[in-house]
């Protein structure tokens, strides 16, 4: 079975501060996918990243940063020095097993105050 | 590239009504799926298709039914609408399995 857990369901910081979105996945399959999508306020899902289960080096992309933890089963993401325009609903999402489909988290929505 | 496409973006059904959800991509993506989004619950999947001429379902199938004769399109049915549809309809492809997906702008339905 998969699962994707995204305990925060709101977050509100301060323009500039640095914020951290949590992702815990259950899988029983050793390889797998794991992604981050932003859904800004217009609606549509942006794709962020895509990592697999056997890369466990961290990424960072300008300011934004995913952790991949495996022995905690997290892929967290962390931006820094948030902006506005960061202020977005976020899914984790997790494809594994070979399989079709693709499971998300229930989202955490970030806003970002000036 | 329009990527992506849904029609309508919004709609309101009464009870027992039927229609069909559009969705276009021409980015020659063999994977297409559709997923609906509720408050607070993310995004389920209803039906996906790894081709043209295969459908399978997805977590939440009752109630709809896709079909897929062209790479570009996946209409969704829904037959006899109820308010338990009430939801964000998204469109999604890919170009092969596992890997990111692109998404439509989404289709708000109403069913009162």
């Known amino acids: 079975a998969q699962k994707v857990t995204q305990a925060q369901t709101e977050i509100s910081v301060v323009e500039k501060e640095d914020v951290t979105l949590d992702c815990v996945y259950e899988t029983r399959d050793t390889t797998y996918y794991l992604f981050w999508y932003k859904q800004p306020p217009s609606g549509e899902l942006v794709f962020l990243i895509r990592r697999n289960s056997f890369d466990e080096q961290n990424e960072i992309s300008g300011r934004y940063s995913w952790n991949f933890q495996k022995s905690t089963s997290s892929f967290n993401f962390t931006i820094t020095a948030s902006q506005v325009v960061d202020s977005a609903v976020y899914f984790c999402?997790?494809?594994?097993?070979?399989?079709?489909?693709?499971?998300f988290g229930a989202g955490t929505r970030l806003t970002v105050k000036p | 590239n329009a990527g992506v496409t849904q029609t309508p973006k919004f709609r309101i059904l009464k009870i027992g009504q039927s229609m069909t959800l559009q969705c276009t991509q021409d980015m020659n993506h063999n994977y297409m799926y559709w997923y609906r989004q509720d408050p607070g619950m993310g995004l389920k999947l209803i039906y996906y298709s790894v081709g043209a001429g295969i459908t399978d379902k997805g977590e939440v199938p009752n109630g709809y039914n896709v079909s897929r004769s062209t790479t570009e399109d996946f209409p969704l049915r829904l037959e006899l609408a109820a308010p338990s549809q009430t939801s964000v309809y998204f469109c999604a492809s890919s170009f092969g399995q596992q890997i990111e997906q692109y998404f439509g702008p989404g289709t708000r339905l109403t069913v009162t």
């Open positions: 999402a997790l494809s594994s097993g070979g399989r079709d489909d693709m499971r």
